[in-house]
């Protein structure tokens, strides 16, 4: 049976159930580099980075440089665990980048058409699935192989990016819809979030992936009338270089990296991926690691007070950026609901849920990367993925139900070696039950946090007329959405874009 989350948060010291997992790289051996000191680095990557602001390697980018462009060579497949904010994009975006830069098939095509650098493209679901299409495929242009028999090729719409980035959702959208999309001459497999991504099923995407890249070059080439080969398909050459353990498999292989910021030990789950003689790459000792500068406070509070303590936490905050976590969109609405009754708050804030419209969660979102919205509430849907400039402070207004939940939503701040604190509301009860989860993480230690009990008082009396609109508030929306016809927000939107 599948475990969830939690059970698999074993104690410390428990024993890794994979061989492989046993004796990690440490990354945190390695120190940072500075750009220019990375050997091998293409001079053309080297002034990218200058001007996006890249002086220096973080150790995690340094240690999967080594493993993959470096003397490591990309033998094994790459597991990375590493905190939230330690750089792990660039940790396999670069390696990629500069790998696929040489690749042999690439000359082929810059040979034959006029494409001379590598292109990115993204399946997402941000924009309509017809716009991506067109992005991302290309139509076949009559004379391009003058020298074949027209009869004997058929001439197919192909894929026109080099690296494409993908959900599952939308990925398995094009495989199944999308005509030339292909993934035949995939090289490399990244899975970002890999915990969550082997969670969800979506559609057995992970599968489906892995079968139609297992096929390569074997299926097509062109044939004249008499069987005689004219012309292999452009595949690519995926690897060259020594090769290990191969038995019967087929060469060159499709090389992984796998990354995640608590990544999972159950062998079940990474089996699905089909592990190439994995190497991990952890940091530290412990398999779960906070930010070294993330400052971890508890507030134990009742919770019929919990929304006037938070007031008091924002208000000294000082309309600071901060991102409140909730345990459902229900008690984030609810939350958000009730502050807009209370007068004068000297803070923005702002409800961001899947209940709403993906278009007023992106205006949301790029307000509160503005600084015109200095609070946003939401569910753990905040926790992944988003990156904000600046995000001094993550709330826990309820408790993270696991350590996993805890590092990625904590994980907001604190990210790229700046400092940053994390404030978790506690009911009494539950404050062991807390400080036992933290524990499995390095660097836990959780200082108490109080607020002053009488700028609490001083809301109360506000406070009641509040809840009082409150319910009114919440009662008239569910008349609303009682009556025939009433349609929710993102109703429509949910039902066309499956699983992004
Ligand atoms: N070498 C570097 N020098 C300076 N900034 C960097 C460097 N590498 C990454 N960053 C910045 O650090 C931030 C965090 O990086 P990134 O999002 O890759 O972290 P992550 O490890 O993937 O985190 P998460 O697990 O939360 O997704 C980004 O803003 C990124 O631009």
């Known amino acids: 049976m599948a475990r969830k989350e939690g059970e698999e948060d074993g104690a410390p010291s428990r024993v890794p159930h994979l061989p492989w997992m046993r004796n990690p790289v440490d990354i945190e051996s390695f120190s940072g580099c500075p750009v220019e000191h990375l050997p091998r680095l293409d001079p053309r990557l080297v002034k990218a980075l200058d001007r996006m602001g890249i002086e220096s390697f973080f150790p995690v980018q340094v240690a999967s440089w080594l493993e ?26 670069l390696p990629i980048v500069q790998m696929l830069s040489t690749r042999k098939v690439k000359e082929v095509f810059d040979g034959i058409a006029p494409v001379v650098s590598l292109s990115v493209g993204s399946a997402v679901g941000q924009s309509s699935i017809a716009d991506e299409v067109s992005d991302l495929i290309e139509n076949p242009k009559q004379g391009l192989y003058p020298t074949l028999d027209e009869e004997c090729v058929r001439m ?23 005509k030339g999309f292909s993934l035949e001459h995939l090289q490399y497999l990244v899975v970002d979030e890999t915990d969550r991504m ?12 892995i079968q139609l890249t297992r096929s390569t070059n074997q299926n097509h080439s062109w044939s004249d ?41 159950d062998p079940s789950k990474l089996s699905q991926l089909e592990l190439h003689h994995p190497l991990l790459l952890n940091s530290g000792k412990k398999r779960y690691r906070i930010p070294t500068k993330l400052q971890s406070y508890k507030l134990v509070c009742k919770s019929n007070l919990k929304p006037l303590s938070l007031i008091v936490l924002l208000q000294e905050l000082r309309g600071e950026k901060c991102l409140v976590f ?57 926790a992944r993925g988003i990156h904000i400039d600046g995000l001094k402070y993550v709330i826990n207004y309820d408790m993270p139900p696991y350590v996993k939940t805890y590092i990625h939503r904590a994980g907001r701040t604190a990210r790229a070696g700046e400092a940053g604190s994390c404030f978790t509301f506690l009911r009494k009860h539950e404050v062991k039950a807390f400080d036992k989860m933290l524990k499995k993480a390095d660097n836990s230690s959780c200082s108490l946090h109080s607020l002053p009990e009488e700028s609490v008082e001083t809301l109360r009396p506000v406070f009641s007329s509040a809840l009082k609109k409150l319910e009114e508030s919440l009662e008239s929306e569910a008349t609303k959405k009682s009556k025939p016809g009433y349609k929710a927000p993102n109703a429509s939107k949910r039902k066309r874009t499956i699983h992004t």
């Open 225 to 265: 009338m008499n069987g005689k080969t004219l012309l292999h398909p452009l595949t690519t050459i995926r690897r060259s270089g020594a090769e290990r353990g191969f038995k019967g498999k087929c060469f060159p292989r499709l090389a992984k990296i796998i990354l995640s910021a608590t990544l999972t030990q």
């Open 198 to 209: 082997l969670r969800e099923a979506y559609q057995s995407w992970l599968p489906t992936v």
């Open 68 to 93: 993959t462009v470096g003397p490591g060579a990309f033998e094994r497949d790459i597991c990375i665990n590493s905190p939230t904010g330690s750089g792990k994009t660039l940790a396999y975006a």
């Open 326 to 382: 909730t345990l459902s969109v229900e008690s984030s609405h609810r939350l958000s609901t009730l502050l807009e009754f209370f007068e004068d708050l000297p803070f923005k804030f702002s409800e961001y849920s899947r209940l709403q419209r993906e278009s007023t969660r992106r205006k949301t979102l790029d307000a509160f990367k503005e600084g015109k919205i200095d609070v946003l509430i939401g569910t753990d849907r905040m």
């Open 156 to 178: 197919e719409p192909q894929t026109k990016v080099d690296i494409l980035v993908a959900t599952p959702g939308r990925l398995m959208d094009h495989i199944n819809m999308t």
